[in-house]
């Protein structure tokens, strides 16, 4: 089952978030073609239960819990009656008040707007407090990071939030463990290849997702979403993926080894 990755819906977007925005009349060709062709977007969270007597099923995610999903997404989303799903960085949203933490690099959505698109049916997920890269952390921090940015959510939405997707897109044992324990079912990473249906068993933390980025013309999109051959740029992301964690881990290690010297 295709899980899509969306970050900001923006015309403009800052340079931060740039390459991974979709520009709006975009976002609105894709979910068209989603209607025309008979997809049912589902819950992140369906997936583990196989999604079972959904016709195409396909899961649209957005990460961070920008102000743009709520005004340029959520208006598309609601037209063609699409479920999706929001994993939120509960410290970066903009009212988040003494809760603040992290700097998010684009606004972000308020609690009203969090709870307005809960309200219309769409998932919210956790991602984090104040988006870390987690197998940095030591395991009380990383903890914290995970049952926070969780109660919080469950708290001003008064739902059960049992899903997230991991900052930066990966994880490691130690954190999927940490996940686990948090109380969380199901995780979802990127990995640019659609998500076996139903997941294997010990395959519900790592859940690959496809990312959707500025460049993703609407020919590759209906690739992507049809399950067919999925393009070299998507293999050629998976492997960029891989080689920024492999990077980011030595920089790691030399940071730590220069503290230590
Ligand atoms: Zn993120």
């Not at 407090?129 to 940095?136: F, R």
């Not at 460049?215 to 999925?230: K, P, Y």
Request: a positive charge; glycine letters at 8%.
């Amino acid at each position: 089952m295709p899980v899509l990755m969306y970050h900001s819906i923006a015309d403009r977007p800052p340079r931060a978030t740039a390459g991974l925005a979709v520009r709006p009349a975009a976002f609105a060709d894709q979910m068209a073609l989603l209607a025309d062709e008979g997809f049912t977007p589902v819950p992140f969270s369906a997936l583990a239960g196989g999604a079972a007597g959904v016709r195409r099923p396909i899961a649209l995610t957005f990460d961070d819990g920008y102000a743009d999903f709520h005004a340029a997404a959520l208006p598309v989303l609601e037209r063609h009656g699409f479920a999706a799903t929001v994993f939120v960085t509960t410290g970066w949203l903009a009212d988040a008040g003494p809760d603040a933490a992290g700097r998010p690099p684009t606004a972000m959505m308020a609690w009203s707007q969090v709870r307005e698109s809960a309200a219309s049916g769409i998932e919210i997920g956790a991602h984090s407090h104040g988006h870390p890269q987690l197998d940095q952390l030591p395991d009380p921090a990383l903890a914290d990071e995970l049952t926070r940015s969780r109660g919080l959510l469950e708290d001003r939405l008064g739902t059960a939030v049992t899903t997230m997707a991991y900052p930066y897109g990966y994880s490691s044992a130690r954190v999927r463990r940490a996940v686990r324990a948090a109380g969380y079912d199901s995780a979802c990473a990127v990995a640019n290849r659609l998500a076996p249906l139903p997941p294997a068993a010990d395959g519900t933390l790592t859940v690959p997702r496809l990312t959707v980025r500025a460049s993703t013309t609407l020919a590759t999109f209906a690739r992507i979403a049809g399950g067919r051959r999925i393009p070299l740029i998507f293999l050629r992301d998976r492997a960029l993926t891989k080689g920024y964690a492999a990077v980011r881990r030595t920089r790691h290690g030399l940071r730590r080894v220069s503290r230590h010297g």
